[in-house]
């Protein structure tokens, strides 16, 4: 895509950790957690507080963040995948044009392991994750104590 610079993070700082927790709250819609899970999330996938690390990936145009990808490791392998995709937005202007794709791709060519995630029947990035291989193995069931 024109313009847009996708880039690997691996630190980052207090404002962009803030544009980034804003981003993601701001284009996730109705899919959207709060934002301390979000940082939660982010600070979990840049290794901090003794955590197994992940991925974040972000796609800029003219140094706004257009789309971006949180991928936590779960630090298992096998009966876990070794990777959970925890977040991924697209900026609405840029939703359709592939750029949900190439962060994806770029998030497969920079891990490796499985890659779970979950999503909601009625969200269209399903479709997506389908195109790129996804298949649902299980239903997820869970009970909040």
């Known amino acids: 895509m024109n313009g ?38 982010i600070e979990y996938a840049l290794g901090m507080n003794g955590r197994p690390g992940g991925l974040i990936i972000q796609a800029k145009q003219e140094g706004a963040i257009a789309g971006a990808v949180v991928l936590n490791k779960t630090g298992m392998q096998g009966y876990i995948p070794e990777n959970i995709l925890v977040f991924i937005a697209v900026k609405k202007d840029f939703r359709g044009k592939g750029l949900g794709r190439i962060l994806m791709e770029r998030a497969f060519e920079s891990t490796s392991g ?32």
């Open 114 to 145: 499985a890659i779970a995630l979950h999503v909601e029947p009625n969200n269209p990035a399903r479709f997506l994750y389908e195109k790129l291989g996804f298949t649902n193995k299980y239903l997820e069931m869970r009970k909040v104590l």
């Open 4 to 41: 847009i610079n996708v880039e690997t993070s691996v630190t980052l700082t207090a404002l962009e950790m803030n544009e980034l927790v804003n981003f993601l709250y701001g284009s996730l819609d109705e899919f959207r957690d709060e934002k301390h899970d979000i940082a939660k999330a």
